[in-house]
């Protein structure tokens, strides 16, 4: 049996949707530049990151489901809940907008996430161990492959600077977010569970920091930042995205193939 | 001397009778369930089997079943449930009743890749892993990636993300073949 850390049940619940939210989410979003892409290799390189998201949702909402013990399957966390259910940041959830956009959210997630599952890999919960073992790799390349677009946007022809500016303009209200600190996360953390996101904000400043000093950009920090999808409060956004990525099992109750 | 197949989750009746686990007999039989399930070719990248990879962890006998243990490659490796069900299959045409796990502790590492493994990859056109895939890589850090077709270290990565989740693509510098590597993670 898998070492359990000491939590009650509804805060691991939160805290694994919250998590798993987030990637789903950007799973999905990042799952729409599927045949649109700018170029072929990034018309591979989108779908395989929504892969690796979706693959880490799917193992987490996985955990959710047994660590809830009322029956529900890791599709209906996934599939049916109602927009207020989910507890996803808001940046995950915001259009993709351009591919500077795009890139730029994904840069600023993964450099979040890095640290947050180099922790998580020494977790005292066993199941997020293993889960952390495989995502801290794959994040790697995430952060890699977002920060060499963020340079060569950032760093490249006029238009493609003004682009990345304005990305980084368009997303700034989002970043706090993502450090928030509350009861739920701060028991996760006493628990020897996942590290605090307030503490990972040190590692992500330093990644992202090198990456913008290479492509000549300023980060840009707002007074007042956007809050409220980890209470389940979301943008205008998250509606249209929940009713194309909930259609199938909204129509066909129970579809599987 | 095996018990014919059966569906997987039916009830099974006691079968110690029959099933040769505790004489030296049973060692043959485990083997014989390994190389069963070992010979089964990966669905993405057919040149190699799962026992190659190192995606194929244990075979053990239980209780007069054939458990095999399956560690996925990635986390949202669309080919997992494919392999589980043909090393299940395989097993089943050996003629053991077989029951497939999913292992996603230790992670999976590109190391685990044995050397037959990696010189099939070569054969097969497609770049092997670098090893150490635990070393800290550089943001930037390019990785020393040899053709596969003409063995010139002068290569360059064309994309991070390959036609699989596993892979990576190149192109030689010298003999300006596209071609795949095999992600070191």
């Given at each position: 049996m898998a070492a359990q850390a000491n939590i009650d049940r509804s805060t691991l619940v939160t805290f694994l949707l919250r998590l798993a939210d987030d990637h789903l989410i950007l799973g999905h979003r990042l799952s729409e530049w599927c045949g649109h892409a700018p170029m072929l290799e990034e018309d591979l390189a989108m779908?395989?990151?929504?892969?690796?998201?979706i693959g880490q949702a799917r193992a987490l909402y996985q955990?959710?489901?047994?660590?809830?013990?009322?029956?529900?399957?890791?599709?209906?966390?996934?599939?049916?809940?109602?927009e207020r259910d989910y507890l996803n940041c808001l940046m995950v959830e915001r259009e993709n907008g351009d591919f500077a956009h795009?890139?730029?959210?994904q840069l600023y997630f993964a450099a979040f996430m890095q640290p947050f599952w180099a922790g998580a890999v020494r977790s005292a919960d066993a199941t997020l161990a293993a889960i952390a073992g495989k995502?801290?790799?794959?994040?790697?390349?995430?952060?890699?492959?977002?920060?060499e677009w963020v340079v060569r946007l950032g760093d490249g022809t006029e238009e493609s600077r003004r682009r990345m500016e304005q990305a980084i303009e368009a997303l700034a209200p989002y970043v706090d977010e993502m450090f928030e600190t509350d009861p739920v996360s701060e028991a996760i953390a006493e628990a020897g569970i996942a590290p605090d996101p307030a503490s990972l904000r040190e590692a992500f400043d330093?990644?992202?920091?090198?990456?913008?000093?290479?492509?000549?950009?300023?980060?840009q920090p707002v007074q007042f930042g956007q809050t409220g999808g980890r209470q389940g409060r979301h943008g205008e956004a998250m509606g249209y995205l929940l009713a194309e990525l909930q259609h199938m099992q909204r129509t066909y109750p129970g579809a599987v193939w | 001397?095996?018990?014919?197949?059966?569906?997987?989750?039916?009830?099974?009746?006691?079968?110690?009778?029959?099933?040769?686990?505790?004489?030296?007999?049973?060692?043959?039989?485990?083997?014989?369930?390994?190389?069963?399930?070992?010979?089964?070719?990966?669905?993405?990248?057919?040149?190699?089997?799962?026992?190659?990879?190192?995606?194929?962890?244990?075979?053990?006998?239980?209780?007069g079943v054939a458990v095999a243990r399956v560690t996925p490659t990635y986390s949202g490796c669309p080919a997992v449930l494919a392999i589980e069900l043909a090393v299940e299959a395989a097993l089943r045409e050996a003629g053991f009743e077989a029951r497939v796990e999913r292992v996603v502790s230790p992670a999976w590492t590109t190391d685990w890749i044995t050397e037959e493994g990696r010189e099939k990859l070569r054969a097969y056109g497609i770049a092997p892993p670098a090893k150490a895939s635990?070393?800290?890589?550089?943001?930037?850090?390019?990785?020393?990636?040899?053709?596969?077709?003409?063995?010139?270290?002068?290569?360059?990565?064309?994309?991070?993300?390959?036609?699989?989740?596993?892979?990576?693509?190149?192109?030689?510098?010298?003999?300006?073949?596209?071609?795949?590597?095999f992600k070191c993670i």
């Open positions: 779908p395989n990151m929504a892969l690796d998201l955990y959710a489901a047994e660590a809830e013990g009322e029956g529900r399957s890791e599709d209906d966390l996934a599939y049916l809940r109602r795009t890139m730029l959210r995502a801290v790799k794959e994040v790697a390349y995430h952060v890699r492959h977002a920060g330093r990644t992202v920091g090198t990456i913008f000093a290479e492509a000549g950009l300023e980060f | 001397m095996v018990k014919p197949a059966s569906r997987h989750g039916e009830h099974r009746r006691d079968n110690a009778s029959f099933w040769p686990g505790r004489s030296g007999l049973g060692q043959d039989v485990r083997q014989d369930a390994w190389r069963a399930a070992a010979s089964v070719p990966d669905p993405e990248v057919p040149c190699v089997t799962v026992a190659d990879l190192g995606i194929l962890r244990s075979v053990d006998i239980e209780d635990n070393s800290v890589r550089s943001l930037f850090g390019e990785t020393d990636v040899a053709c596969p077709k003409c063995g010139s270290h002068e290569t360059s990565r064309v994309s991070e993300f390959g036609s699989t989740a596993c892979k990576a693509l190149y192109r030689c510098l010298d003999c300006r073949e596209p071609f795949d590597y």
